[in-house]
């Protein structure tokens, strides 16, 4: 019995990197977390959040981070975290939700999620801008930056 134990942890041990590394390259999870062995041959990820509330004409109004609330400071916070940490797998439906519900006129909340990473192929930082909306019903759904107006 002891000697599976032993043969088994020695399997998983020699798996793990190419495990960790497909967490990497599918969900863009950090080499820096799970374990992973190729954590100094990559920068950890660089993200920056902006929210806005979309309003019941469909236009966007930013929200200042300087107005966040101190609870949404923190959620904003956790949320960059772990979408650091997790990548694509990092689900922002509770930060959404803390927004909904601080501004009671908001019809949905768009996050934008800013990310500059090393490209490996070029070895140059490439930053990408992903928007997700969030409605009062609790859809969830990835938006085209062109597709809606943004005001300041």
């Known amino acids: 019995m002891k000697r599976r134990i032993v043969q088994a942890f020695l399997l998983l041990f020699a798996l793990w990197p190419m495990l960790q590394f497909g967490a990497v390259v ?33 236009t966007l109004r930013t929200i200042d981070p300087r107005s966040y609330s101190t609870r949404e400071q923190r959620a904003v916070t ?8 997790l990548g694509l797998l990092a689900i922002p439906d509770s930060l959404f939700q803390l927004f909904l519900d601080e501004r009671p006129e908001a019809r949905a909340i768009v996050l934008g999620l800013a ?10 930082l490439t930053s990408s ?6 409605d009062r019903d609790g859809h969830s759904e990835s938006v085209d930056p062109e597709s809606f107006r943004l005001e300041r």
């Open 26 to 58: 599918r969900y863009g999870v950090d080499p820096w977390k799970l374990f992973g062995w190729a954590m100094y041959s990559v920068p950890g990820a660089m993200k920056t959040v902006r929210m806005a509330v979309e309003s019941e004409s469909g």
């Open 78 to 85: 956790r949320f960059v975290e772990h979408s650091r940490a």
């Open 115 to 124: 990310t500059l990473t090393l490209d490996r192929h070029s070895a140059r």
């Open 129 to 134: 801008l992903d928007y997700t909306r969030f």
